[in-house]
Antibody, heavy 118, light 107 residues
Framework: EVHLVESGGGLVEPGGSLRLSCATSGFIFSGHTMNWVRQAQGKGLEWVASIGSSDIHTFYADSVKGRFSISRDNAKNSVYLQMNSLRVEDTAVYYC???????????WGQGTLVTVSS | DIQLTQSPSFLSASVGDRVTITCRASQVINNHLAWYQQKPGKAPKLLIYSAFNLQSGVPSRFSGSGSGTEFTLTISSLQPEDVATYYCQHLHTYPLSFGGGTKVEIK
């Protein structure tokens, strides 16, 4: 069975940093692009970042470009999101999701809450 | 960048009604579109992939259609457990994006 479990969320002050992790199991992790998606309270879904299966190709939403960095460790079946220079507007639940190219995000984690506040 | 416009943003219908949600893309995205259902406090759940393919385990009352720039999600007979917010997403090119969502309630 496929599992994705996010961790690392919490309360951080504006300007601070946080590193999210997504541990996966039940599938060939190295064969899939992985993604981060976020959702602010009461708002819609926002794609944040994607990383290709080989770690060479990364893509970011304009809202986080230059501040966030996505990475992966295929030996640990995990994907990460390093978030720097955090802003109040980055407050959201962050989900990791498995990618089927041009088709869908077919599996999602349960999410981890990031709160940026002084 | 490709924008997705979902309509309506809110929908109230009776049990057994046929419900249709529309997603319009700002440029051609072939069939590179997915539909998700999200219930409060839960992660999104994939319903339809590649515009019209039903994800395994999803009830057959859900269907997707369309190609190019116009797509629809149809619930053939609305059930109480279908109360949720529905999102479309394009996977045509980066940056990826989601529609604004359609909240479905029972009248």
């Amino acid at each position: 069975e496929v599992h994705l479990v996010e961790s690392g969320g919490g309360l951080v002050e504006p300007g601070g940093s946080l590193r999210l992790s997504c541990a996966t199991s039940g599938f060939i992790f190295s064969g899939h692009t992985m993604n981060w998606v976020r959702q602010a309270q009461g708002k819609g879904l926002e794609w944040v970042a994607s990383i290709g299966s080989s770690d060479i190709h990364t893509f970011y939403a304009d809202s986080v470009k230059g501040r966030f960095s996505i990475s992966r460790d295929n030996a640990k079946n995990s994907v990460y999101l390093q978030m720097n220079s955090l802003r109040v507007e980055d407050t959201a639940v962050y989900y990791c999701a498995r990618d089927i190219p041009f088709s869908s995000f077919d599996m999602w984690g349960q999410g981890t809450l990031v709160t940026v506040s002084s | 960048d490709i924008q997705l416009t979902q309509s309506p943003s809110f929908l109230s219908a009776s049990v057994g009604d046929r419900v249709t949600i529309t997603c319009r893309a700002s440029q051609v995205i072939n069939n590179h579109l997915a539909w998700y259902q999200q219930k409060p406090g839960k992660a999104p759940k994939l319903l339809i992939y590649s515009a019209f393919n039903l994800q395994s385990g999803v009830p057959s009352r859900f269907s997707g259609s369309g190609s190019g720039t116009e797509f629809t999600l149809t619930i053939s007979s609305l059930q109480p457990e279908d109360v949720a917010t529905y999102y479309c997403q394009h996977l045509h090119t980066y940056p990826l994006s989601f529609g604004g969502g359609t909240k479905v309630e029972i009248k």
